[in-house]
């Protein structure tokens, strides 16, 4: 096990609706980013989180948004839900910093349907 | 735009054989290349991983081959076993301190 745990596990929404993922990183990492994996596809970088800040961003619209929190925990925020945001969302904490590059760790992922 | 192209796409070995999965990277923006190892419904779980100041690395059953000219580098599994089965992605560094992940081989190891 990783250390880093996501909730929830499953989700179904409906088209339009909004949905809220959480993650719980690793201990003593500073850093969480979010992927999203398609059926049968790699991961794909959503955006990435440094101490509270954001401080990368895949190729992914204003919609989906983020938070980060005090003890590093951190939100995925997706609006205005469509049918291809259906996919496994993969957190992922990591150091980051001057550690960049170092170990990534993945949660379990939640698989969202959206319907 | 930085790519990451992974073969083959799938992948079938008799238990004991050999597994080999390659990558080519265009860039990377910094340099780590790590291995994952993904079972149906879990998240990608880190398995081996090199810098290429070296290029070889061996853990256990799992050899990471890297070749900075090229900018190639492959994962070598021996003595494949049933348990192996799963889906591996190799991936490069981001420009932003991200991982772009290659699209998978989905590795069979048949008893």
């Known amino acids: 096990e990783t250390g880093v745990t996501q909730s929830p596990t499953h989700l179904i929404k409906t088209r339009g609706q909004q949905v809220t993922l959480r993650c719980s990183s690793q201990s003593g990492h500073n850093t969480v980013s979010w992927y999203q994996q398609a059926l049968g596809q790699g991961p794909q970088f959503i955006f990435q989180y440094y101490r509270e800040e954001e401080n990368g961003r895949g190729n992914f619209p204003p919609r989906f948004s983020g938070l980060q929190f005090p003890n590093y925990s951190s939100e995925l925020n997706v609006n205005a839900l469509e049918l291809d945001d259906s996919a496994l969302y993969l957190c992922a904490s990591s150091l980051g910093g001057e550690e960049i590059g170092t170990e990534a760790f993945f949660g379990q992922g939640t698989r969202l349907t959206v319907v | 735009q930085q790519q990451v192209k992974q073969s083959p796409q799938s992948l079938i070995v008799q238990k004991g054989g050999i597994s080999i999965i390659n990558c080519a990277y265009e860039?990377?923006?910094?340099?780590?290349f790590p291995w994952y190892q993904q079972f149906p419904g879990k998240g990608p779980a880190l398995l081996i991983a090199i810098r290429p100041d070296v290029s070889e690395k061996k853990e256990g059953r799992f050899t990471i081959s890297f070749n900075k000219s090229a900018k190639q580098f492959s994962l070598h599994i021996r003595d494949s076993q049933p348990g192996d089965s799963a889906t591996y992605f190799c991936a490069t560094g981001g420009s932003q301190g991200n991982l772009i992940f290659g699209k998978g081989t989905k590795l069979s190891v048949k008893p």
């Open positions: 860039n990377t923006a910094f340099d780590y």
